[in-house]
């Protein structure tokens, strides 16, 4: 019996929601990053892309546990001298919670070239209504 390796032709990439109303950030960004990399499948290959889509839905309803809204930053910088910005995480759960969601689950993969093409399978949406209504989403309950 030979061991199975995952490859483009026999990869089969379903689509989940996730809801993250109610639910901190980080579980919620843990467990898309596990669908994102395919880990939770039996066919799962480490060197292999072989992970689904995933929509994470009511991004701006995520909660952040202790004092992490005060105290957590989202840091930036330009690369020049006084090019640092930084944004408080309170603002920014207001103004951009998708890019707070996003920020997490790019921290929990791998830092290779199989992040690139994971990320470009997560959607994002601050609300409860997504535009993937055609792809015949299922809803992830196991959390």
Same mark, same amino acid.
């Given at each position: 019996?030979?061991?199975?390796? &995952?490859?483009?032709?026999?990869?089969?990439?379903?689509?989940?929601?996730?809801?993250?109303?109610?639910?901190?950030?980080g579980? @919620?960004a843990?467990v898309?990053?596990?669908?994102?990399?395919?880990?939770?499948?039996?066919?799962? @290959?480490?060197?292999?892309?072989?992970?689904?889509?995933?929509?994470?839905?009511?991004?701006?309803? &995520?909660? =952040?546990?202790?004092?992490?809204?005060?105290?957590?930053?989202?840091? @930036?910088?330009?690369?020049?001298?006084?090019?640092?910005?930084e944004?408080?995480y309170?603002?920014?759960?207001?103004?951009?919670?998708?890019? &707070?969601?996003? =920020? &997490?689950?790019?921290?929990? =993969?791998?830092?290779?070239?199989?992040?690139?093409?994971?990320? @470009?399978?997560?959607?994002i949406?601050?609300?409860?209504?997504h535009?993937?209504?055609?792809?015949?989403?299922?809803?992830?309950?196991?959390?």
């Amino acid at each position: 019996m030979s061991t199975f390796m &995952a490859n483009k032709g026999n990869i089969v990439r379903k689509w989940y929601i996730l809801d993250a109303a109610g639910k901190p950030l980080g579980k @919620t960004a843990a467990v898309a990053a596990t669908l994102l990399r395919g880990k939770h499948k039996p066919e799962y @290959t480490p060197h292999a892309d072989c992970g689904d889509f995933v929509i994470v839905i009511n991004a701006e309803k &995520a909660v =952040l546990t202790g004092k992490k809204l005060d105290q957590k930053y989202y840091r @930036t910088h330009s690369g020049w001298v006084g090019g640092l910005k930084e944004t408080q995480y309170r603002k920014l759960m207001q103004d951009k919670p998708e890019l &707070a969601m996003r =920020l &997490a689950v790019r921290g929990m =993969l791998p830092r290779n070239i199989i992040t690139k093409d994971s990320l @470009t399978r997560l959607k994002i949406f601050r609300g409860p209504e997504h535009i993937h209504a055609a792809q015949k989403p299922e809803l992830w309950a196991a959390e």
